[in-house]
Nanobody, 114 residues
């Protein structure tokens, strides 16, 4: 019912930046929450940042001041600008939208390494 196109993942050096983008389509209520979660190998999926259709944001403490999330409601697109990236071993970042229930994208891989 909801489809995602995620982009922007890749390999970056520590201290560098990446911009993740996700466009959702399908049966989406006008009021919703979109965001990004990450999952490292062997660990549970965890919140990175979310933004509501009203513009309210929520960030994990670990990324506050370094990451910025924003969205385009008309396009159901959410972006995550990640600055000052810390070393991270091939974590998968998942786009999510809550619109009655949670829907998840396929994930995009992010690695921060020298």
């Amino acid at each position: 019912q909801v489809q995602f196109v995620e982009s922007g993942g890749g390999l970056v050096q520590p201290g560098g930046s990446l911009r993740l983008s996700c466009a959702a389509s399908g049966s989406i209520f006008s009021r919703n929450v979109m965001g990004w979660y990450r999952q490292a190998p062997g660990k549970q999926r965890e919140l990175v940042a979310t933004v509501t259709s009203g513009g309210s944001t929520d960030y994990a403490d670990s990324v506050k001041g370094r990451f910025t999330i924003d969205r385009d409601n008309a396009a159901n697109t959410v972006n995550l600008k990640m600055n000052s990236l810390k070393p991270e071993k091939q974590a998968v970042y998942y786009c999510c939208i809550y619109t009655g229930k949670a829907y998840w994208g396929q994930g995009t891989q992010v690695a921060v390494s020298s």
